[in-house]
């Protein structure tokens, strides 16, 4: 039987997912806050080294026979990110939120390491490649 997402689907998904690394967070020790500022989401303080992070989360949502699409973000969120954590003296970080039919995985990775991974389509989108061997 084919199952349609409601209308909210993509609002319900960030949410979630928001609330999921902060809930990891927060179990692992981190404080941590949900905000509401453009291109920051999460701020938390690392509690092995005191590092204060500023988290942006990304997230989708993927029908079975779909997990292995490519996450795309808009470049310029990375700009929008790299300003908020100015303004609150964080370390630039994203949280990548994938639901992938039947497994969520989440990565939380600083700026330079996931651009690093991720590959660039000028002029408008950075790509997170999923799959196994990714």
């Known amino acids: 039987m084919k199952i349609s997402k409601s209308s909210r689907h ?22 941590c806050a949900l905000v509401d500022h453009t291109g920051l989401d999460i701020i938390a303080r690392n ?3 005191k ?4 988290i942006s989360v990304k ?9 292995n699409t490519v996450l795309s973000i808009d470049r310029k969120q990375v700009p929008s990110l790299d300003l908020a ?21 989440t990565w939380i990775v600083p700026k330079r390491r996931f651009l690093k991974l991720c590959e660039w389509k000028p ?3 950075v790509y997170w490649k999923m799959g196994v061997k990714r």
């Not at 609002?11 to 690394?21: N, S």
């Not at 997230?59 to 997990?67: F, L």
């Not at 100015?86 to 639901?99: E, L, Q, S």
């Open 59 to 67: 997230s989708r949502s993927r029908n079975a026979g779909t997990e």
């Open 10 to 31: 993509s609002k319900i998904t960030g949410d979630f997912a928001e609330r999921l690394v902060l809930y990891w967070l927060s179990k692992h020790g981190f404080e």
């Open 51 to 54: 590092e204060l992070m500023g």
């Open 85 to 105: 954590c100015r303004a609150f003296g964080c370390k630039p970080y994203f949280a990548i939120v994938v639901d992938a039919a039947d497994l969520i995985t």
């Open 123 to 125: 002029p408008l989108h």
């Open 47 to 49: 509690p092995a080294n």
